[in-house]
């Protein structure tokens, strides 16, 4: 009886995402398979490289390539797009033995996917009238919206500062040594400002503020956890493009929708 398409095809998946090739007498085995194998195996190492350039340096090409190749069979692509694959890295480093002398690799992947992210979010164009929301309701009932591709990464490593010594060579790779010994953390923010991506260190308080809006959390909500000057972190938020909206929360007290703002 002639094996049925769909399990022909499931067997050729599974022999492509296992992390050997198949013995000699397996369902799929030859140089053909071998070809697509190595096909693949060369678009993650290109892949990850684009969206990890530090990471790959910090390690080596060496070392860097067969991670590629064990991510892809660990963590496949879901999608036709490889541009959009490679977010488990940062986990996936965690559970690497062989790369714990580099405690701070895992954060410098959540940095860099970040960056990645936000390198192909839309832009955002201010919703200047929705802020008229921030005089009729009280901060409890209200979302901010940030721009999109905005992230929080939180280290107790100098991971911007580890990103822009390979990147950008400042600072220089002296004072990244001193901050790694010394066990300076870094918070950083990455964003949108229109079309520009932005990213910029944040002390651990905003940090908590803005990772607490991007979980979703209200304005209310996000200040009761974290108390900040709310009046000039939203003038300097707005300014930068980092908040483009406010939105009334879905659920009123009184269990009215609220007034839309006057325009």
Same mark, same amino acid.
């Given at each position: 009886?002639?094996?049925?398409?769909?399990?022909?095809?499931?067997?050729?998946?599974?022999?492509?995402?296992?992390?050997?090739?198949?013995?000699?007498?397996? #369902?799929?085995?030859?140089?053909?398979?071998?070809?697509?194998?190595?096909?693949?195996?060369?678009?993650?190492?290109?892949?990850?490289?684009?969206?990890?350039?530090?990471?790959?340096?910090?390690?080596?090409?060496?070392?860097?390539?067969?991670?590629?190749?064990?991510?892809? /069979?660990?963590?496949?692509?879901?999608?036709?797009?490889?541009?959009?694959?490679?977010?488990?890295?940062?986990?996936?480093?965690?559970?690497?033995?062989?790369?714990?002398?580099?405690?701070?690799?895992?954060?410098?992947?959540?940095?860099?996917?970040? $960056? /990645?992210?936000?390198?192909?979010?839309?832009?955002?164009?201010?919703?200047?009238? =929705?802020? #008229?929301?921030?005089?009729?309701?009280?901060?409890?009932?209200?979302?901010?919206?940030?721009?999109?591709?905005?992230?929080?990464?939180?280290?107790?490593?100098?991971?911007?500062?580890? $990103?822009?010594?390979?990147?950008?060579?400042?600072?220089?790779?002296?004072?990244?040594?001193?901050?790694? =010994?010394?066990?300076?953390?870094? =918070?950083?923010?990455?964003?949108?400002?229109?079309?520009?991506?932005?990213?910029?260190?944040?002390?651990?308080?905003?940090?908590?503020?803005?990772?607490?809006?991007?979980?979703?959390?209200? $304005?209310?909500?996000?200040?009761?956890?974290?108390?900040?000057?709310?009046?000039?972190?939203?003038?300097?938020?707005?300014? =930068?493009?980092?908040?483009?909206?406010?939105?009334?929360?879905?659920?009123?007290?009184?269990?009215?929708?609220?007034?839309?703002?006057?325009?």
């Amino acid at each position: 009886m002639n094996t049925p398409l769909a399990q022909r095809q499931s067997e050729l998946l599974d022999a492509l995402l296992q992390p050997r090739p198949p013995e000699p007498g397996a #369902a799929w085995h030859g140089k053909g398979l071998s070809a697509y194998r190595a096909n693949a195996h060369a678009h993650a190492e290109r892949a990850l490289r684009d969206a990890y350039p530090v990471v790959a340096q910090l390690i080596g090409e060496d070392a860097f390539h067969p991670l590629a190749r064990a991510l892809w /069979h660990h963590h496949p692509p879901e999608r036709g797009d490889l541009s959009e694959w490679g977010a488990a890295l940062a986990a996936f480093i965690t559970a690497q033995s062989d790369l714990n002398g580099l405690p701070y690799l895992s954060d410098v992947a959540r940095l860099e996917w970040a $960056l /990645h992210l936000a390198s192909r979010a839309a832009n955002a164009t201010p919703d200047a009238a =929705s802020f #008229a929301w921030l005089q009729r309701e009280p901060p409890e009932r209200l979302r901010l919206r940030l721009a999109p591709g905005t992230a929080i990464v939180r280290s107790p490593w100098p991971v911007l500062s580890l $990103l822009d010594a390979h990147l950008h060579g400042e600072p220089d790779f002296a004072t990244v040594a001193r901050r790694l =010994s010394d066990g300076v953390a870094e =918070s950083v923010r990455v964003w949108r400002q229109g079309a520009t991506l932005r990213l910029t260190p944040v002390d651990d308080t905003l940090a908590r503020f803005e990772a607490a809006l991007l979980g979703g959390h209200t $304005l209310g909500q996000a200040l009761d956890d974290t108390p900040i000057d709310a009046v000039a972190w939203l003038g300097e938020a707005v300014r =930068s493009g980092l908040c483009v909206g406010v939105t009334p929360d879905a659920i009123h007290n009184e269990g009215e929708p609220p007034c839309p703002p006057t325009r």
